[in-house]
């Protein structure tokens, strides 16, 4: 296993990212998010964008999964292999990008993706799922690192309330890469259950990183007794 990945086994990552149009969608502020991150403890940061994944890079020592959301087709993270070249290039250790069996929108296949990323350049690759299917693909076509990101987006799935544990347990149990549970883990008692299930590593974002919607809980607590 890569010295990258050795650094995330057991681990908690935690994503850095801000909503367009939102107060804190300042590539700054999120290198300011990643490096309180790794001082409470995360091994590890995720980045959207470009200037983001350069500047957490250079501001941390940690593992930095880098991915571009761009366009408005339905596979929109890291989307195709020019975004995953330039993700690349921007320094991360880990592309992450759609891990789903949906076209793409350059046409390429995900084993395309990946092959024609490694050509370019010495990284990880990271396959964003939304079920068992997409996770024993994306195997096949060459990732690193298998998420379970998409679960409840992409149709094939219903929307858990919490991580997708039946997810879980299934890629665990299936797939012989690396099984990164990420997707409303919003509790502690969450993430240490999903290690539990025999997750690779964790990734929370919204519950650390997200004060608007983390306010929101609160609000609605407060507001709708």
């Given at each position: 296993?890569?010295?990258?990945?050795?650094?995330?086994?057991?681990?908690?990552?935690?994503?850095?990212?801000?909503?367009?149009?939102?107060?804190?969608?300042?590539?700054?502020?999120?290198?300011?998010?990643?490096?309180?991150?790794?001082?409470?403890?995360?091994?590890?940061?995720?980045?959207?964008?470009?200037?983001?994944?350069?500047?957490?890079?250079?501001?941390?020592?940690?593992?930095v999964t880098g991915l571009w959301k761009d366009g408005e087709d339905p596979v929109f993270i890291t989307p195709t292999l020019e975004h995953?070249?330039?993700?690349?290039?921007?320094?991360?250790?880990?592309?992450?990008?759609?891990?789903?069996?949906?076209?793409?929108?350059?046409?390429?296949?995900?084993?395309?993706?990946?092959?024609?990323?490694?050509?370019?350049?010495?990284?990880?690759?990271?396959?964003?799922?939304?079920?068992?299917?997409d996770a024993l693909a994306a195997e096949d076509a060459g990732a690193d690192v298998l998420g379970t990101t998409l679960a409840g987006y992409?149709?094939?799935?219903?929307?858990?309330?919490?991580?997708?544990?039946?997810?879980?347990?299934?890629?665990?149990?299936?797939?012989?890469?690396?099984?990164?549970?990420?997707?409303?883990?919003?509790?502690?008692?969450?993430?240490?259950?999903?290690?539990?299930?025999?997750?690779?590593?964790?990734?929370?974002?919204?519950?650390?990183?997200?004060?608007?919607?983390?306010?929101?809980?609160?609000?609605?607590?407060?507001?709708?007794?």
């Amino acid at each position: 296993m890569s010295p990258v990945l050795e650094r995330l086994r057991g681990r908690l990552i935690v994503s850095c990212q801000a909503y367009p149009g939102e107060p804190l969608r300042v590539p700054e502020i999120m290198e300011r998010m990643a490096l309180a991150a790794v001082e409470g403890g995360a091994a590890g940061i995720r980045a959207q964008g470009l200037e983001d994944i350069a500047r957490i890079v250079a501001a941390t020592d940690v593992p930095v999964t880098g991915l571009w959301k761009d366009g408005e087709d339905p596979v929109f993270i890291t989307p195709t292999l020019e975004h995953a070249i330039a993700v690349a290039d921007a320094g991360a250790h880990i592309v992450a990008l759609d891990g789903t069996r949906r076209p793409r929108p350059d046409g390429r296949t995900l084993a395309q993706t990946i092959a024609g990323l490694r050509e370019h350049a010495d990284v990880l690759v990271m396959a964003d799922c939304g079920s068992l299917e997409d996770a024993l693909a994306a195997e096949d076509a060459g990732a690193d690192v298998l998420g379970t990101t998409l679960a409840g987006y992409t149709g094939e799935r219903a929307r858990t309330q919490g991580p997708d544990v039946e997810l879980i347990d299934q890629m665990v149990a299936r797939c012989s890469r690396p099984v990164v549970v990420e997707g409303r883990v919003h509790t502690p008692a969450q993430a240490a259950d999903a290690m539990g299930r025999g997750a690779f590593a964790v990734v929370v974002g919204t519950a650390i990183t997200h004060p608007t919607t983390i306010t929101r809980w609160f609000h609605q607590a407060v507001t709708e007794r």
